[in-house]
């Protein structure tokens, strides 16, 4: 690996509190992520065996350089991860030097500087995800091309799901809203009738409702609040493209007051831009770093009707303060706020979570899960439902390995 075309060992990052290194970074250390690593130098420790891979596919030479090359097709999960990595292990100045660099060694400066080249791919969710966290380094005469494939995939999602959600949550709304006193105006005459057959007089000819069954007074303002909070690390990258799609979705409905807040070090609250799903999945990349208290207590102060609300924390849980974020949720639950923690929104599974933090959520009452797009209105119908939300995400997984 030469020395001349890595980025110099002194920009390697000083652990800090959410840092994935695991202590300081010696003079032998530095020396070998510049240079490879060297056994007779001690070798390289995991964390720092993670970063020196993230250099080496992209600044190693060699017979296999070849094979590290390519665009964003079918290896684009594997390019998306790297990029996350790289936010993970460098300093922001440092990861627009190797992105850069990732256009012209690894293939994908065609891709972003060829309007056509663009046209012609088959775009999907991995696809957008990695033009998202490239977009600061998009050329000016590609990010037209680049925000209409991500459009393309948007309406393909919105397509997939939107009814089923509009259905999921409409249907659950007015479920919970049934009473056995409505108004006339309000009486479900089927599901009448049919509670009250065993009252039909054959020489009527009449069913005598002794029970009346209905909705409540229609609500034609917002019953549910739902807040959305999103990490946008590395490993959630496909997790950001379908939620920021999602939340657009249940925007969309009168019935739902839907925020969308991103965050990393840095807080971005998407939720009036969510009419327009390719401004808020270009507007989720933030930088490196987590510290999520700082998130959720902005959504707390946006919620307005507590007992009505529903709180999607979609993170993989790796915190620079997991106590301090840990209070927090504990805040939402004693006002009355429903919490739920999804470890991914992705048809791609669980990534790497912290369990420790998982498991003193679930104490909490919290069940932290993941959920793929196309399970997404039934968790919003259950969570409006009120239904515990632990045994529906178990009920899933059984349901889903039955017919696997």
């Given at each position: ?33 510049m240079l490879g690593a060297n056994e007779e130098l001690g070798g390289l420790r995991g964390s720092l065996q993670a970063m020196d891979r ?351």
């Open positions: 690996m030469s020395p001349a075309n890595k980025p110099a060992a002194a920009d390697a990052p000083a652990p800090s509190s959410d840092s994935p290194l695991d202590g300081p970074i010696s003079a032998e250390e530095r020396w070998q992520l993230a250099l080496g596919a992209l600044y190693n030479t060699g017979d296999d350089a070849e094979d590290r090359r390519g665009g964003l097709g079918a290896s684009a999960p594997s390019v998306t991860r790297w990029l996350g990595d790289i936010r993970n292990y460098f300093p922001s100045r440092v990861v627009r030097v190797m992105q850069t660099d990732a256009i012209e060694r690894l293939g994908v400066r065609s891709l972003l500087t060829e309007p056509e080249v663009l046209e012609t791919l088959e775009p999907d969710v991995h696809l957008v995800a990695t033009l998202a966290q490239l977009s600061s380094v998009i050329p000016e005469r590609s990010r037209a091309t680049a925000r209409a494939v991500v459009a393309k995939v948007a309406r393909q999602v919105e397509e997939r799901i939107a009814d089923r959600l509009h259905q999921s949550v409409l249907g659950a709304l007015n479920r919970a809203s049934r009473t056995s006193r409505p108004r006339p105006g309000d009486i479900d005459w089927n599901r009448t009738i049919a509670a009250n057959l065993k009252n039909y007089l054959p020489e009527h000819r009449t069913v005598v409702p002794e029970r009346l069954i209905g909705y409540g007074r229609r609500h034609l303002g917002v019953q549910r609040e739902f807040a959305i909070c999103l990490d946008q690390s590395g490993s959630m990258a496909t997790s950001v493209v379908y939620a920021s799609i999602m939340a657009g979705v249940m925007a969309s409905l009168r019935t739902l007051r839907t925020s969308l807040v991103a965050y990393s070090t840095d807080i971005a609250d998407l939720t009036e831009a969510l009419a327009d799903p390719v401004d808020v999945i270009f507007g989720t990349q933030l930088g490196g770093g987590t510290n999520t208290s700082p998130a959720i207590e902005y959504c707390r102060q946006t919620i307005t009707r507590p007992a009505d609300s529903v709180f999607i924390l979609i993170s993989d849980l790796y915190d620079s303060d997991p106590k301090q974020m840990l209070g927090r949720v504990g805040e939402l639950l004693g006002s009355g706020v429903q919490v739920v923690v999804l470890l991914a929104l992705s048809d791609d599974g669980v990534p790497s979570y912290n369990h420790d933090v998982a498991r003193r959520l679930a104490a909490m009452g919290v069940p932290a899960f993941g959920c793929t797009p196309d399970a997404f209105p039934g968790l919003l119908a259950a969570a409006i439902h009120g239904e515990d939300l632990g045994r529906w995400a178990d009920e899933q997984a059984a349901a889903e390995a039955e017919g696997a």
